[in-house]
Protein backbone atom coordinates (compact mmCIF):
# COMPACT_ATOMS: atom_id res chain seq x y z
CA UNK A 1 0.00 0.00 0.00
CA UNK A 2 1.00 3.33 -0.86
CA UNK A 3 0.85 6.58 1.43
CA UNK A 4 -3.12 7.22 0.75
CA UNK A 5 -4.02 3.60 1.31
CA UNK A 6 -4.90 2.31 -1.89
CA UNK A 7 -2.79 -1.06 -3.04
CA UNK A 8 -0.24 -0.64 -5.08
CA UNK A 9 0.47 -1.19 -9.02
CA UNK A 10 2.31 -3.94 -10.07
CA UNK A 11 5.74 -2.54 -11.72
CA UNK A 12 6.85 -3.72 -14.67
CA UNK A 13 9.18 -6.36 -12.84
CA UNK A 14 6.40 -8.54 -11.74
CA UNK A 15 4.15 -8.61 -13.89
CA UNK A 16 4.21 -11.85 -16.79
CA UNK A 17 6.20 -9.60 -19.34
CA UNK A 18 8.55 -8.37 -16.82
CA UNK A 19 9.16 -12.33 -16.14
CA UNK A 20 9.63 -13.22 -19.67
CA UNK A 21 11.64 -10.02 -20.25
CA UNK A 22 14.40 -10.81 -17.39
CA UNK A 23 14.25 -14.78 -18.59
CA UNK A 24 15.24 -13.52 -22.04
CA UNK A 25 17.55 -11.22 -20.22
CA UNK A 26 19.27 -13.92 -18.09
CA UNK A 27 19.27 -15.88 -20.89
CA UNK A 28 21.52 -13.81 -23.37
CA UNK A 29 23.77 -13.04 -20.44
CA UNK A 30 24.34 -16.99 -19.79
CA UNK A 31 24.87 -17.56 -23.71
CA UNK A 32 27.45 -14.54 -23.63
CA UNK A 33 29.25 -15.89 -20.28
CA UNK A 34 30.00 -19.02 -22.36
CA UNK A 35 30.86 -17.22 -25.45
CA UNK A 36 33.53 -15.52 -23.64
CA UNK A 37 34.75 -18.58 -21.75
CA UNK A 38 35.25 -20.24 -24.93
CA UNK A 39 37.36 -17.60 -25.89
CA UNK A 40 39.31 -17.60 -23.53
CA UNK A 41 40.47 -21.05 -23.56
CA UNK A 42 43.50 -21.94 -25.25
CA UNK A 43 43.91 -25.21 -28.39
CA UNK A 44 44.60 -28.11 -27.01
CA UNK A 45 46.31 -30.48 -29.70
CA UNK A 46 45.64 -33.72 -29.12
CA UNK A 47 47.88 -36.19 -30.44
CA UNK A 48 47.13 -39.84 -30.35
CA UNK A 49 49.39 -42.56 -31.86
CA UNK A 50 47.53 -45.30 -34.03
CA UNK A 51 48.93 -48.28 -34.20
CA UNK A 52 48.38 -50.26 -37.88
CA UNK A 53 49.70 -53.48 -38.90
CA UNK A 54 49.75 -53.94 -42.29
CA UNK A 55 52.00 -55.62 -44.47
CA UNK A 56 54.24 -52.99 -46.85
CA UNK A 57 55.54 -54.00 -50.33
CA UNK A 58 59.72 -54.20 -50.19
CA UNK A 59 61.73 -54.31 -53.24
CA UNK A 60 63.58 -57.60 -53.21
CA UNK A 61 67.37 -56.60 -53.25
CA UNK A 62 69.76 -59.48 -53.48
CA UNK A 63 73.40 -59.22 -55.22
CA UNK A 64 73.25 -60.88 -58.95
CA UNK A 65 73.53 -64.06 -58.88
CA UNK A 66 76.78 -64.91 -61.54
CA UNK A 67 76.37 -66.98 -64.14
CA UNK A 68 79.51 -69.73 -63.57
CA UNK A 69 81.41 -70.53 -66.61
CA UNK A 70 80.37 -74.03 -67.66
CA UNK A 71 82.82 -76.93 -68.07
CA UNK A 72 81.10 -78.13 -71.46
CA UNK A 73 81.98 -74.79 -73.12
CA UNK A 74 85.63 -75.02 -72.22
CA UNK A 75 85.27 -78.18 -74.70
CA UNK A 76 85.99 -78.39 -78.43
CA UNK A 77 84.52 -80.86 -80.23
CA UNK A 78 88.31 -82.42 -81.34
CA UNK A 79 88.49 -83.81 -77.91
CA UNK A 80 87.99 -87.20 -77.09
CA UNK A 81 84.46 -88.78 -75.69
CA UNK A 82 85.90 -89.85 -72.01
CA UNK A 83 87.10 -85.98 -72.05
CA UNK A 84 83.27 -84.75 -73.33
CA UNK A 85 81.62 -86.72 -70.90
CA UNK A 86 83.44 -85.59 -67.71
CA UNK A 87 82.91 -81.84 -68.80
CA UNK A 88 79.38 -83.14 -68.96
CA UNK A 89 79.34 -84.72 -65.75
CA UNK A 90 81.16 -81.51 -63.93
CA UNK A 91 78.49 -79.30 -65.44
CA UNK A 92 75.85 -81.06 -63.71
CA UNK A 93 76.93 -80.27 -60.54
CA UNK A 94 77.57 -77.19 -61.33
CA UNK A 95 74.22 -76.80 -62.98
CA UNK A 96 72.53 -78.24 -58.94
CA UNK A 97 75.24 -75.68 -57.20
CA UNK A 98 73.55 -72.45 -59.57
CA UNK A 99 69.88 -73.84 -58.78
CA UNK A 100 70.56 -74.24 -55.43
CA UNK A 101 71.87 -70.36 -55.22
CA UNK A 102 69.02 -69.41 -57.82
CA UNK A 103 66.14 -71.31 -54.92
CA UNK A 104 68.05 -69.27 -51.90
CA UNK A 105 67.77 -65.92 -53.30
CA UNK A 106 64.36 -66.69 -54.37
CA UNK A 107 63.42 -68.03 -50.95
CA UNK A 108 65.43 -64.98 -49.07
CA UNK A 109 62.49 -62.68 -50.92
CA UNK A 110 59.60 -64.28 -49.78
Not at 14 to 30: P, S
Request: proline share 9%.
Amino acid sequence: MNHSGHPRAPTLFWTLQGVAYLAIITLILALLLQLTGCGMLEPRTVIDTVTIDKPVPVPCKIPPIAVPAWNVDRVSPADDMVTLNRAIRAELEQRRAYELLLEAGVKSCQ
